[in-house]
């Protein structure tokens, strides 16, 4: 089936510092890559939609300068987390869309867990 | 979007079937009811989806009433690798929005 590779899994960095997270679909190419922020003990809250070939769409709340997606190829969405503050310590999830309708078969990277320190 | 209710958290015990259920009452008639699981510090994976009747696969079997305005996700014999979160999702067009989720916990 269709897998989405996430990396890093982890990783711990200094305030003020920026983080990127990639996403890659590797047997199929994702022209859309959805990207999810999760809390402990909370539900998965989407932050933006990214597009291969243009702009990302933000979700209400979620500043565009601090959280850059790029989607510059079929099968790479990346994440930069930049100026990065202990408040954007989170797991963060891609997910590309199934083949499937409304819902079915959506493919999710294995998360990466930011510390900020 | 049609919202979603579920129980917060559940227990059960190794073997023991366990039913789900999520209220969806504002449903609207193309909407599908799409259940997705996830385990700590995994992204969630697709379970099983469905628009009516009884939809079953080898991981579970979804029951949908014939009103549609809810739904039950059936887990049979459980074991403590099914501890996780279970969402329903109701009224997907292109993103998927979760909601709270079922926290399961299954004990030996």
């Known amino acids: 089936g269709a897998v989405v590779s996430q990396h890093p899994s982890r990783v711990i960095c200094k305030s003020g510092t920026s983080v990127k997270i990639e996403c890659r679909s590797l047997?199929?190419?994702?022209?859309?890559m959805f990207w999810y922020r999760q809390f402990p003990k909370q539900s998965l809250m989407l932050m933006a939609t990214?597009?291969?070939?243009?702009?990302?769409?933000?979700e209400q709340g979620v500043e565009k300068d601090k959280f850059l997606i790029n989607h510059a190829s079929l099968t790479l969405s990346t994440l930069t987390v930049t100026s990065a503050h202990p408040e954007d310590s989170s797991f963060y999830i891609c997910?590309?869309?199934?083949?499937?309708?409304?819902?079915?078969?959506?493919?999710f990277g294995s998360g990466t867990r930011l510390t900020v320190v | 979007l049609a919202k979603t209710t579920q129980p917060i958290s559940m227990d059960s015990y190794e073997g023991q079937e366990v039913n789900i259920t999520c209220s969806h009452n504002?449903?609207?008639?193309?909407?599908?009811i799409t259940w997705y699981q996830q385990f700590p510090s995994q992204g969630p994976r697709f379970i099983i989806q469905?628009?009516?009747t009884k939809v079953t696969n080898e991981v579970a079997s979804l029951f949908i009433p014939a009103d549609r305005k809810s739904s039950t996700l059936s887990l049979p014999r459980v074991s403590l690798s099914d501890t996780a979160v279970y969402y329903c999702?109701?009224?997907?067009?292109?993103?998927?929005?979760f909601g709270t989720g079922t926290r399961l916990q299954v004990f030996p």
């Open positions: 047997d199929f190419q994702a022209t859309t």
């Open positions: 990214s597009n291969e070939g243009s702009k990302a769409t933000y």
């Open positions: 504002n449903i609207a008639t193309n909407d599908y």
């Open positions: 997910s590309a869309p199934g083949t499937g309708t409304r819902g079915y078969g959506y493919t």
């Open positions: 999702l109701v009224g997907v067009t292109d993103k998927l929005i």
């Open positions: 469905g628009y009516k």
